[in-house]
């Protein structure tokens, strides 16, 4: 079995926190706790927490309605302070990289390097063009800081701080085994107030894009189009009118899905201009915004590739005790979550 402890994936979403704890056996990882808890609006703005006892409470709500008592914990940061890129260097030896590291990532970063935190790993080496590929990520310190401090707040312990993308990835592969070399995918995960894009070719994230138009900005666009109070455009989006949508509604639902998608295309566009890398040949869909059918068409017709609503929830057994229409109904939503709950602690030797 492999080393070190799973920890409880704890995703904090603009607009809901998810939780997830695994069990691991010989045969199988199962789910065997899960919570989902609304935050309330205007809680996270702009990828910062307005609100940190909101969350601080969701977060001990989603503990204690699971039942979970670990507390140790991985939590996932996203959004315009986090920074992945793939970066080529002259081929160098570890030492020299570790030298040079802080200058290159300087060139890379549009932020000052002391407030960021920041990793790398080498992708690829390619002697006989001198060159290698590394990959660069880096995040804001405050704002990882801010994350944790909230989350020791609701008495966890946050031991491991993951990027949502690797989060994503790692759910992927886990379901649909490592990438061959030949085939490149985006995955987009349509959250409330981001839209992720994360290009993965040769088994790595080749490109990552955040995008501030998401699930929150449809309804945003239905409720001024149509003139709806907020939670009357939510509902119709999410169906909960159980079909009997004005078509009004419908057509404004359409339209916004439309400039998302656009901006997808767009993203698809720029990675395969500027990256050298192969084409993207499908396109997977996560987040809460994986269930908004019209989207993921109106990706489909604007990216003119098949589009897949990834189900994170194939790779799992499910324990007999979890209810399982309830995780079932938020899939697409436990990504990020589900990703992180497959991080583990570094084994502690006694
Ligand atoms: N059945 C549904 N149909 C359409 N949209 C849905 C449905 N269920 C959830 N959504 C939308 O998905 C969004 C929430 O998704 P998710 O939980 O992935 O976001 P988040 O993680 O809280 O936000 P972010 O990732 O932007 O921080 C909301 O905009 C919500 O309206
Ligand atoms: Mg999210």
Same mark, same amino acid.
């Given at each position: 079995?492999?080393?070190?402890?799973?920890?409880?994936?704890?995703?904090?979403?603009?607009?809901?926190?998810? =939780?997830?704890?695994?069990?691991?056996?010989?045969?199988?990882?199962t789910i065997v706790r899960h919570a989902y808890v609304d935050?309330?609006?205007?809680?996270?703005?702009?990828?910062? /927490?307005?609100?940190?006892?909101?969350?601080?409470?969701?977060?001990?709500?989603?503990?204690?309605?699971?039942?979970?008592?670990?507390?140790?914990?991985?939590?996932?940061?996203?959004?315009?302070?986090?920074? /992945?890129?793939?970066?080529?260097?002259?081929?160098?030896?570890?030492?020299? *990289?570790?030298?040079?590291?802080?200058?290159?990532?300087?060139?890379?970063?549009?932020?000052?390097?002391?407030?960021?935190?920041?990793?790398? %790993?080498?992708?690829?080496?390619?002697?006989? %063009?001198?060159?290698?590929?590394?990959?660069?990520?880096?995040?804001?310190?405050?704002?990882?800081?801010?994350?944790?401090?909230?989350?020791?707040?609701?008495k966890l312990k946050p031991l491991v701080v993951d990027i949502?993308?690797?989060?994503?990835?790692?759910?992927?592969?886990?379901?649909?085994?490592?990438?061959?070399?030949?085939?490149?995918?985006?995955?987009?995960? /349509?959250?409330?107030?981001?839209?992720?894009?994360? =290009?993965?070719?040769?088994?790595?994230? &080749?490109?990552?894009?955040?995008?501030?138009?998401?699930?929150?900005?449809?309804?945003?666009?239905?409720?001024?189009?149509?003139?709806?109070?907020?939670?009357?455009? %939510?509902?119709?989006?999410?169906?909960?009118?159980?079909?009997?949508?004005?078509?009004?509604?419908? &057509?404004?639902?359409?339209?916004?899905?439309?400039?998302?998608?656009?901006?997808?295309?767009?993203? *698809?566009?720029?990675?395969?201009?500027?990256?050298?890398?192969?084409?993207?040949?499908?396109?997977?869909?996560?987040?809460?915004?994986?269930?908004?059918?019209?989207?993921?068409?109106?990706?489909?017709?604007?990216?003119?590739?098949?589009?897949?609503?990834?189900?994170?929830?194939?790779?799992?057994? =499910?324990?007999?005790?979890?209810?399982?229409?309830?995780? @079932?109904?938020?899939?697409?939503?436990?990504?990020?979550?589900?990703?992180?709950?497959? @991080?583990?602690a570094k084994e502690v030797r006694a």
């Open positions: 079995m492999a080393e070190g402890k799973l920890l409880v994936g704890v995703d904090i979403g603009a607009s809901s926190i998810k =939780v997830v704890q695994l069990k691991e056996s010989r045969r199988a990882l935050l309330p609006r205007d809680t996270i703005i702009d990828g910062h /927490v307005m609100n940190p006892s909101a969350v601080t409470e969701a977060l001990e709500q989603a503990f204690a309605q699971a039942k979970i008592s670990q507390k140790e914990v991985a939590i996932g940061v996203y959004g315009q302070s986090v920074i /992945v890129r793939k970066i080529a260097m002259p081929l160098m030896t570890k030492e020299e *990289l570790q030298e040079s590291i802080g200058w290159e990532a300087e060139q890379h970063i549009p932020f000052d390097i002391k407030q960021m935190t920041f990793d790398y %790993e080498v992708l690829a080496r390619f002697p006989e %063009e001198q060159r290698m590929d590394v990959l660069l990520v880096a995040a804001k310190r405050d704002e990882v800081n801010d994350v944790a401090t909230i989350v020791r707040d609701a949502n993308a690797f989060a994503i990835q790692n759910c992927l592969e886990r379901s649909l085994g490592t990438l061959p070399p030949d085939r490149t995918i985006a995955v987009v995960d /349509v959250g409330a107030a981001n839209t992720t894009i994360n =290009v993965l070719s040769k088994g790595t994230s &080749a490109f990552t894009r955040e995008i501030q138009t998401a699930g929150a900005s449809i309804t945003e666009e239905v409720r001024k189009r149509c003139n709806l109070g907020w939670e009357q455009a %939510e509902a119709y989006k999410c169906g909960a009118q159980g079909g009997l949508v004005p078509q009004d509604v419908n &057509a404004a639902i359409d339209q916004a899905c439309a400039n998302l998608a656009g901006e997808v295309h767009r993203s *698809l566009d720029f990675y395969l201009a500027t990256s050298g890398e192969a084409d993207v040949t499908r396109v997977y869909v996560c987040g809460g915004g994986a269930s908004l059918a019209p989207l993921c068409r109106a990706i489909e017709e604007k990216t003119r590739r098949p589009v897949e609503v990834f189900d994170p929830l194939s790779s799992f057994a =499910v324990d007999g005790k979890v209810d399982e229409a309830a995780l @079932r109904a938020r899939a697409p939503q436990l990504t990020v979550a589900l990703g992180l709950a497959l @991080r583990r």
